[in-house]
């Protein structure tokens, strides 16, 4: 019924930056709530921003004053703009599609690298 498909991903020095571009294919996206996540190698997967369809934001601890979640719904499309870039922030993200009595939706990720 959805399908979630991440972009962006790469390698990238520390302290530089990155967005990450997350394409649903729904018929009617503004609805949804969506978020990223992102999983490192032997770490649980950990919540990193949401949006909601009415455009609220939330971010973890870690990546506030460095990363922006936003979405176009005309596009169907949200995006996860990573300045600042740290080595710990080295994972797979993954994009997330959620509706209440609908559940949720999971892409397949995109790799980010930060190393110099």
């Known amino acids: 019924q959805v399908q979630l498909v991440e972009s962006g991903g790469g390698l990238v020095q520390p302290g530089g930056s990155l967005r990450l571009s997350c394409a649903a294919s729904?018929?009617?996206?503004?609805?949804?709530?969506m978020g990223w996540y992102r999983q490192a190698p032997g770490k649980q997967r950990e919540l990193v921003a949401t949006i909601t369809s009415g455009g609220s934001t939330n971010y973890a601890d870690s990546v506030k004053g460095r990363f922006t979640i936003s979405r176009d719904n005309a596009k169907n499309t949200v995006y996860l703009q990573m300045n600042s870039l740290k080595p710990e922030d080295t994972a797979v993200y993954i994009c997330?599609?959620?509706?209440?009595?609908?559940?949720?939706?999971w892409g397949q990720g995109t790799q980010v690298t930060v190393s110099s």
């Open positions: 997330n599609l959620n509706r209440r009595f609908l559940g949720s939706f």
């Open positions: 729904v018929a009617i996206f503004n609805i949804y709530d």
